[in-house]
C-alpha cells in the first residue's frame, strides 16, 4: 500500500510524521474481558491523574494541539481525538466497549496521548495521501454529522478523504466483519525514529495478540 506525505503538510508542520500498520487476517469481535478490564482501569487510574494536571501537561496532547495550529485548525474548536478522548476521562464520562478494534485503538490513544486512526482496508483505493483538506473536502463522519475538513490534517485516497486526526468516516470503519485493516498512528513531531518504532511494535504485538493475522508496519515522514 502506498502511502505518503503532502510537502506542504511536512513545511507547515515539521517533523511530522506517521506510523503505519497493515494488519492482514485479522478477526475483529467483541471485546475479551482483558481489554474491557484494561481500558476501565486505565481511565479511573488517568481520572486521578488529571486532578491535578492541565492537559497540556501530556506531550501528547500538547505537540498535536500544536500540529493543529500550524495546520490551519483551531484546537480550541477542533479538539484532536486524543483530546476528546482525555476531556471525557476527565468527566468520568467513561468510554464504554464497542468492538475489539475500536477498544484497542481507544486505549492505544489514551496510553501515548495521540490521535490514532483504524480503517478497514477494504473499503479503501489505491495510493493514500495525507495532506491538509481543501474547502471541498468532506465526508459523514462517525460523529454522525457531514465534515467540512478545510485545513484539516486529513488522509485520502482515490475516492476521497476518509479519515483525519479528529473524525473519523463511516466509509472506512471498522466493524466486525473486517479482516483487513490499516492503522494510522499520529506520531508526536519530536519523537525520534527509534522510540517511534518501538510504540509501534507495541501497538502491533498487542493488536494481533488480540485479533490473530499478520502486520506490517512502517513509518512515512
Known sequence: MEITIDSV???????????????????????PQMIKGRLQLFQESLY???????????????????????????PSRYRHSAEALYRRVKKQNYLVPIHS??????FFSLQYAIPLGIYDTDQLTGRI???IGR?????????????????MIV???QKGPFGTPFVDSERT???????????????????ETEEAYKL????????????????DSKIIS
Open 9 to 31: 503538510l511536512t513545511e507547515k508542520a515539521q517533523g511530522f510524521k506517521v506510523g503505519c500498520i497493515d494488519y492482514k487476517d485479522i478477526t475483529v469481535s467483541g471485546s
Open 48 to 74: 486521578f491523574d488529571m486532578l491535578d494536571k492541565e492537559l497540556t501537561a501530556f506531550e501528547g496532547i500538547k505537540e498535536w494541539r500544536e500540529v493543529f495550529k500550524k495546520a490551519g485548525t483551531d
Open 101 to 106: 478494534a475500536i477498544d484497542l485503538n481507544n
Open 129 to 131: 495521501e495525507i495532506s
Open 135 to 151: 474547502e471541498t473536502d468532506t465526508y459523514k463522519g462517525l460523529n454522525g454529522r457531514e465534515n467540512v475538513l478545510k485545513n
Open 155 to 157: 488522509a485520502k485516497d
Open 173 to 191: 470503519k471498522v466493524t466486525e466483519e473486517t479482516v483487513n485493516a490499516l492503522h494510522i498512528i499520529y506520531l508526536r513531531p519530536s519523537m
Open 200 to 215: 509501534m511494535d507495541a501497538v502491533s504485538n498487542m493488536f494481533t495478540q488480540v485479533h490473530g493475522g499478520e502486520a
